[in-house]
């Protein structure tokens, strides 16, 4: 499953992955790895200045 999003020529898609061997259901816990793809598609030269990968918990 892919989920994609197209914002001023910028695509980018995610596809998550469940990790059964660290997760937990009884403990509520689940735990998921993301393939994260950046695509220029429009016809604007573009470059990546940064990026931040944020991480939350289920608590929020």
């Keep these: 499953m892919f989920f994609y999003r197209i914002t ?8 998550p992955f469940y990790v059964p061997e660290q997760s937990d259901p009884s ?3 689940y735990v998921f790895v993301y393939h994260i793809r950046i ?7 573009t470059a990546a200045l940064a990026s931040l990968v944020h991480s939350r918990s289920g608590g929020g």
Excluded at 40 to 45: D, M, S
């Design 39 to 45: 695509e220029n598609i429009g016809r604007e030269h």
């Design 27 to 29: 403990e509520q816990r």
């Design 8 to 15: 001023e020529g910028i695509r980018v898609t995610a596809q």
